[in-house]
């Protein structure tokens, strides 16, 4: 079974620190990786998606991944209290049914 | 990347009876996709809708229960039938125009049954 494991939360960082965002998947064959945003009571928003191992910025946001160690993760820098939510890691696999697989998400509190 | 318009937002509906979801794409999508949150949880996939052919059902749903149309590249319905206050959750349905750039969603309907 292909499963997407985040820490629940809440995270909490104060206003202006960095918050960091941890996801780890199953499937080794995925091939893309993707960060949705989503507010309470609103649907998810995509922020940022990686493809190749490494770092990907994208303003105060970076992706990182490794695939050797089925890992990616988001970095939000200068965290804001417009930054709270809940952060859901989403996977794919392109030769398996090209669906998305979620994470639980992991809620953020970034405190003023 | 696709902008989804979905309807309705929210409705209550009495048990026994059904709901039409319906989602209209701005662009050409391939693949269209059904989603179920329930309340503090991730998103459960319920369906991939193909043009063309029958939706793919995932493990615990049916198409009894949740039937799905896809009559052209823009547009697809998730028939919620019979509802029970179970099926009381927020619906969604996303989709890619193409699959390197991610998947957009719908708004959201947010059904609620008495």
């Known amino acids: 079974q292909k499963e997407v494991e985040q820490n629940s939360g809440p995270l909490s960082v104060p206003e202006g620190a960095i918050a960091s965002l941890n996801c780890t998947y199953s499937?080794?064959?995925?091939?893309?990786f993707f960060w949705y945003r989503q507010y309470s009571g609103k649907s998810p928003e995509l922020i940022m998606s990686i493809y190749s191992n490494g770092d990907k910025e994208d303003g105060r946001f970076t992706a990182q991944l490794n695939k050797a160690s089925q890992y990616v993760s988001l970095l939000i820098r200068d965290s804001q209290p417009s930054d709270s939510a809940t952060y859901l890691c989403a996977v794919l696999n392109n030769n398996a049914g090209n669906m998305l697989t979620f994470g639980g998400g992991t809620r953020l509190m970034v405190k003023p | 990347s696709a902008v989804i318009s979905q309807k309705p937002s929210r409705d209550i509906c009495q048990r026994g009876t059904s709901l039409t979801i319906q989602c209209q794409v701005d662009s050409q999508v391939t693949m269209m996709f059904w989603y179920r949150q329930q309340p503090g949880q991730s998103l459960t996939l319920i369906a991939t809708?193909?043009?063309?052919?029958?939706?793919?059902?995932e493990s615990g749903f049916v198409i009894d229960k949740f039937p799905i149309s896809r009559p052209n590249l823009t547009f697809s319905t998730l028939t919620v039938s019979n509802m029970s206050p179970e099926d009381s959750s927020i619906y969604l349905c996303?989709?890619?125009?193409?699959?390197?750039?991610?998947?957009?969603f719908g708004s959201g309907t947010r059904l609620t049954v008495v």
């Open positions: 499937d080794r064959g995925s091939q893309s």
């Open positions: 996303s989709a890619a125009g193409t699959m390197t750039y991610g998947y957009t």
């Open positions: 809708a193909n043009q063309g052919s029958e939706a793919t059902y």
